[in-house]
Protein backbone atom coordinates (compact mmCIF):
# COMPACT_ATOMS: atom_id res chain seq x y z
CA UNK A 1 0.00 0.00 0.00
CA UNK A 2 1.69 3.32 -0.86
CA UNK A 3 2.69 5.51 1.92
CA UNK A 4 0.09 9.16 -0.01
CA UNK A 5 -2.64 6.90 0.96
CA UNK A 6 -1.14 5.58 4.34
CA UNK A 7 -1.59 9.02 5.14
CA UNK A 8 -4.58 9.97 4.30
CA UNK A 9 -5.49 6.90 6.24
CA UNK A 10 -3.91 8.58 9.54
CA UNK A 11 -5.25 12.02 8.71
CA UNK A 12 -8.69 10.32 8.83
CA UNK A 13 -8.51 8.65 11.93
CA UNK A 14 -6.31 11.36 13.93
CA UNK A 15 -9.35 13.70 12.85
CA UNK A 16 -12.03 10.94 14.14
CA UNK A 17 -10.27 10.60 17.36
CA UNK A 18 -9.94 14.35 17.70
CA UNK A 19 -13.56 14.94 17.38
CA UNK A 20 -14.51 12.68 19.34
CA UNK A 21 -11.98 12.97 23.01
CA UNK A 22 -12.23 16.92 22.55
CA UNK A 23 -15.70 17.47 23.18
CA UNK A 24 -16.79 15.05 25.56
CA UNK A 25 -19.20 17.75 27.09
CA UNK A 26 -21.00 18.38 23.82
CA UNK A 27 -21.23 14.26 23.66
CA UNK A 28 -22.88 13.99 26.99
CA UNK A 29 -25.43 16.53 26.02
CA UNK A 30 -25.59 14.78 22.68
CA UNK A 31 -26.59 11.28 24.50
CA UNK A 32 -28.94 12.48 26.50
CA UNK A 33 -30.93 14.72 24.03
CA UNK A 34 -30.68 11.97 21.06
CA UNK A 35 -31.14 8.53 20.39
CA UNK A 36 -28.92 5.49 20.53
CA UNK A 37 -29.87 3.72 17.12
CA UNK A 38 -29.56 0.02 16.00
CA UNK A 39 -29.92 -0.97 12.37
CA UNK A 40 -29.84 -3.27 9.59
CA UNK A 41 -28.17 -3.33 5.46
CA UNK A 42 -28.81 -5.73 2.65
CA UNK A 43 -26.88 -4.46 -0.31
CA UNK A 44 -25.09 -5.07 -3.49
CA UNK A 45 -20.92 -3.84 -4.01
CA UNK A 46 -19.28 -3.14 -7.52
CA UNK A 47 -15.85 -3.43 -7.50
CA UNK A 48 -13.52 -1.69 -9.95
CA UNK A 49 -11.61 -4.81 -9.96
CA UNK A 50 -12.04 -7.43 -13.17
CA UNK A 51 -11.05 -9.64 -10.96
CA UNK A 52 -13.54 -9.43 -8.29
CA UNK A 53 -16.45 -7.81 -9.06
CA UNK A 54 -17.97 -7.77 -6.21
CA UNK A 55 -21.37 -8.83 -4.89
CA UNK A 56 -24.30 -9.27 -2.57
CA UNK A 57 -23.21 -8.30 1.41
CA UNK A 58 -25.54 -7.93 4.79
CA UNK A 59 -24.32 -5.60 7.51
CA UNK A 60 -25.13 -4.50 11.31
CA UNK A 61 -24.63 -1.10 12.81
CA UNK A 62 -24.72 1.33 16.34
CA UNK A 63 -24.94 5.14 16.08
CA UNK A 64 -24.21 6.65 19.09
CA UNK A 65 -24.87 10.83 19.31
CA UNK A 66 -22.21 13.34 19.80
CA UNK A 67 -23.13 16.09 18.95
CA UNK A 68 -26.89 17.78 17.99
CA UNK A 69 -26.24 16.67 14.74
CA UNK A 70 -23.37 14.08 14.76
CA UNK A 71 -23.06 10.92 15.59
CA UNK A 72 -20.09 8.24 15.60
CA UNK A 73 -21.19 4.67 13.95
CA UNK A 74 -20.13 1.35 14.00
CA UNK A 75 -20.99 -1.17 11.68
CA UNK A 76 -19.75 -4.39 10.41
CA UNK A 77 -20.64 -5.51 7.01
CA UNK A 78 -20.24 -9.32 5.72
CA UNK A 79 -19.91 -9.50 1.54
CA UNK A 80 -20.07 -12.75 -0.57
CA UNK A 81 -18.36 -11.96 -3.89
CA UNK A 82 -17.86 -13.89 -6.98
CA UNK A 83 -13.92 -14.56 -8.21
CA UNK A 84 -13.35 -14.43 -11.80
CA UNK A 85 -9.79 -15.29 -11.79
CA UNK A 86 -8.70 -18.06 -13.66
CA UNK A 87 -6.51 -20.83 -11.22
CA UNK A 88 -3.37 -19.41 -10.29
CA UNK A 89 -0.02 -21.76 -8.92
CA UNK A 90 -2.82 -24.45 -9.82
CA UNK A 91 -5.50 -23.25 -7.43
CA UNK A 92 -8.74 -21.90 -7.83
CA UNK A 93 -9.40 -18.74 -5.71
CA UNK A 94 -12.95 -20.15 -5.18
CA UNK A 95 -15.78 -17.25 -3.76
CA UNK A 96 -14.19 -14.63 -1.81
CA UNK A 97 -15.80 -13.40 1.49
CA UNK A 98 -15.71 -10.32 2.37
CA UNK A 99 -15.24 -8.96 6.21
CA UNK A 100 -16.07 -4.88 6.41
CA UNK A 101 -15.67 -3.43 9.95
CA UNK A 102 -15.83 0.26 9.86
CA UNK A 103 -16.82 3.30 12.11
CA UNK A 104 -18.20 7.04 10.57
CA UNK A 105 -18.47 10.43 11.51
CA UNK A 106 -21.84 11.05 10.26
CA UNK A 107 -23.37 14.27 9.48
CA UNK A 108 -27.39 14.66 9.47
CA UNK A 109 -28.20 17.71 7.11
CA UNK A 110 -31.76 17.09 8.19
CA UNK A 111 -32.98 14.85 11.06
CA UNK A 112 -36.24 12.85 10.36
CA UNK A 113 -38.80 13.86 13.20
CA UNK A 114 -42.58 13.39 13.75
CA UNK A 115 -43.51 16.84 11.63
CA UNK A 116 -40.83 16.24 8.69
CA UNK A 117 -40.17 12.39 8.40
CA UNK A 118 -37.84 12.66 5.83
CA UNK A 119 -33.92 13.02 6.59
CA UNK A 120 -30.85 12.82 4.80
CA UNK A 121 -27.02 12.17 5.85
CA UNK A 122 -23.95 12.42 4.75
CA UNK A 123 -20.17 11.09 6.42
CA UNK A 124 -17.12 9.27 6.13
CA UNK A 125 -14.85 6.99 8.23
CA UNK A 126 -11.42 4.48 8.42
CA UNK A 127 -11.95 0.49 8.18
CA UNK A 128 -10.62 -2.81 8.16
CA UNK A 129 -11.21 -5.34 5.38
CA UNK A 130 -10.83 -8.98 5.39
CA UNK A 131 -10.91 -11.59 2.27
CA UNK A 132 -11.32 -15.36 2.80
CA UNK A 133 -10.77 -17.58 -0.07
CA UNK A 134 -11.84 -21.18 -0.32
CA UNK A 135 -8.72 -22.30 -1.66
CA UNK A 136 -6.04 -19.58 -1.11
CA UNK A 137 -4.29 -17.73 1.71
CA UNK A 138 -6.45 -14.99 3.48
CA UNK A 139 -5.18 -11.65 3.30
CA UNK A 140 -6.56 -7.63 4.53
CA UNK A 141 -6.37 -4.04 3.94
CA UNK A 142 -7.48 -0.56 5.23
CA UNK A 143 -9.13 2.04 3.55
CA UNK A 144 -11.48 5.07 3.54
CA UNK A 145 -14.62 5.80 2.61
CA UNK A 146 -17.46 8.61 2.13
CA UNK A 147 -21.34 8.26 2.39
CA UNK A 148 -24.65 9.71 2.18
CA UNK A 149 -27.71 8.50 2.62
CA UNK A 150 -31.63 8.94 2.93
CA UNK A 151 -34.20 7.93 5.82
CA UNK A 152 -37.98 7.93 6.72
CA UNK A 153 -39.46 7.83 9.66
CA UNK A 154 -42.08 5.60 9.99
CA UNK A 155 -45.18 6.82 11.92
CA UNK A 156 -46.10 3.17 13.04
CA UNK A 157 -43.83 1.87 16.04
CA UNK A 158 -43.88 4.53 18.52
CA UNK A 159 -41.72 6.82 15.67
CA UNK A 160 -39.00 4.75 16.97
CA UNK A 161 -38.60 2.79 13.55
CA UNK A 162 -36.69 4.25 10.25
CA UNK A 163 -36.10 3.10 6.85
CA UNK A 164 -33.39 3.93 4.03
CA UNK A 165 -31.33 3.88 1.27
CA UNK A 166 -27.76 4.15 1.59
CA UNK A 167 -24.43 4.46 -1.15
CA UNK A 168 -21.06 4.13 -0.38
CA UNK A 169 -17.51 4.93 -2.10
CA UNK A 170 -14.88 2.54 -0.38
CA UNK A 171 -11.04 2.97 -1.30
CA UNK A 172 -9.42 -0.11 0.14
CA UNK A 173 -6.32 -2.29 0.12
CA UNK A 174 -7.18 -5.48 -2.52
CA UNK A 175 -6.39 -9.04 -1.56
CA UNK A 176 -3.31 -10.53 -2.10
CA UNK A 177 -3.00 -12.61 -5.31
CA UNK A 178 -2.18 -12.56 -8.81
CA UNK A 179 -4.35 -9.38 -9.92
CA UNK A 180 -2.41 -6.47 -10.05
CA UNK A 181 -4.55 -4.28 -7.94
CA UNK A 182 -2.96 -2.36 -5.29
CA UNK A 183 -6.32 -0.28 -4.18
CA UNK A 184 -10.19 -0.97 -5.16
CA UNK A 185 -12.65 1.44 -5.29
CA UNK A 186 -15.86 -0.24 -4.01
CA UNK A 187 -19.84 1.65 -5.06
CA UNK A 188 -21.54 0.24 -2.06
CA UNK A 189 -25.67 0.42 -2.21
CA UNK A 190 -27.75 -0.79 0.51
CA UNK A 191 -31.25 -0.42 1.44
CA UNK A 192 -31.04 0.50 5.52
CA UNK A 193 -33.79 -0.63 8.08
CA UNK A 194 -32.85 1.40 12.04
CA UNK A 195 -34.58 1.22 15.25
CA UNK A 196 -34.57 4.31 17.79
CA UNK A 197 -33.62 2.39 21.41
CA UNK A 198 -34.83 5.58 23.10
Same mark, same amino acid.
Given at each position: ?42 ? *??? #????? =? ?24 ? @????? +????? @???? !? +? ?10 ? %??? !? ?8 RLGY =? ?6 ? =?? =?????RSDS #???? *? ?25 ? %? %? ?26
Open positions: MGSPFRSLFCVGVAAAAALLFTTPSAAQRARSESPIVVGGTRG *VDG #SSAHA =YPGGPEIGGLVELPIAHDLKVRGEVG @FGFWD +DDLPP @FDGI !S +DGDLRRTRIAGS %IIK !SLQEPLTRR =YVGGGAGL =YF =YRFAE #SGVG *VHGLGGVEYLLPQGGNRWLVGGEAQLQ %I %IGAPEGPADDDLLKVFHVAAVVKYRLR
